[in-house]
């Protein structure tokens, strides 16, 4: 890049002993071309094109006699400055010299604000909607193989106090318990057979109990959570969309779901229902459909309102709209029926 | 004479060194955040510009050092990757387009290190 550089720097003995020669010259004359170096600069290349050999030799000594100046060390005085013919052309190195400098401070100072710009908060918080939600997406993956790992880990927990019976009292199940609920104490005293389900949800048997309860839909909930209206006078929301409103809201962490009416449990489907509207777990319903949902409203409103999510599906299509509300409290009422699993049975 | 260009040299080093010191630590000191939009051209911007300089101090140890060169070289190479970051903004491979720029300057980094470093140690 540098490859064609002028021989200023390995010229001759002669041009670099040159300077001396002309530093008599007057000071008045050079002074105020320090100030206009600009403007020298300009000049400097308007008539670069006709320029004659002798101006370029002299712009070679000019800047010989620049560098042998910042070799020794003298300050940058107009005394020396003040060859009569090259001076604008020693003007224009001086101002390259001041450029190269510029430029060199220009990238330190850029290489920080990139480095700044770069780190991770900064990044997060111009990163698009796309970008956002693949991370929200790997953060959610990676919090559901954590809770999974949770989850065998306070089973083997479980497992080792339950066993050797009182050998190792209450070591076993020290963060099960801290983490949930503080009614845990009875705990401790459990039969070894519902052992591995209290310390599974970290619980008592009689909390625990009320938890699945909520999850499987056969109590009424109450709790914060929103309500998502889809009006849809074309009929072009199929169950495609409804299906993913629900999985959206479950990742979001909604604890209790229901859909027109029909509690949501972990074997909900929604299928289409040609011409008439759709079908939830058997059970014809028609537009508007209702959502509602309980869990933390913030979280549920924002997963709703993801780029390309449920919200601009809903909108994308022919005439439907979708609403959202949020609850700081509401109510879902609606029961699914208790299950009674025929086969599976609890492994010892 | 051998011992005054060494000198020379010594003092406009430390001179360059200086003026990015005086960078960093207006950087440092000011710490403005980039707009969102301005990163991604930044970023290949300081790649550029690291070229140059490195390619500057190449030049400057084989005493082929030229302000003129440098100053265009710099700015030149900086105009062209953020040009093509731009185009490739425009054209819709943006990260493409960067990576290609980061990558071309990458390798030119590494042949001027390895020049500077024989020019520095074969010495």
Redesign the interface.
Known sequence: MNEPAESAQEADPTSVAAPQRQSSAPKTKAAPRAEAADRAEAADRAEAPDRTEAEERAEVEERAEVEERAGTGNPVGPADGGAADGGAAGHAGRVLRIATLVLLAALGFGGVVAVRSASPSFSVARAGPDRLAATLRAIGAADRSLAAQEGRLRQTAGVTSASPAASVPGVGRPSGTSTRSPATGTADGDPAGTGDLAVAGGTGPGDAADELAVLAGTVPVTGPGLELTVRDPNRSVDASVLLDALQELRDAGAEAIEIAGVRAGVSTYVADHPGHGLVVDGRPITAPYVLRAIGDAHTLDRALRIPGGVLDTVAARDGAQAGVRTFGRMEIRSLRPTPSPRYARPAG | ?AR??T??VA??MT??LL??????????LL????P?WL?PY??V??VA??D??L??A??FVE?????????V???G?VAVAVLLVLVGELVGFADALSTAVVVVLGIRIFTTATALRRALVGR
């Open positions: 004479m005054m260009i000198r020379m003092n406009r001179t360059a003026a990015l010191v005086v960078g960093v630590v207006a950087g440092l710490g403005p955040a980039a969102g990163v930044l970023a911007a300081v510009a690291l140059a300089v390619g500057a190449r030049a005493r082929t050092f030229d302000d003129r060169v440098f100053v070289s710099f700015l190479d």
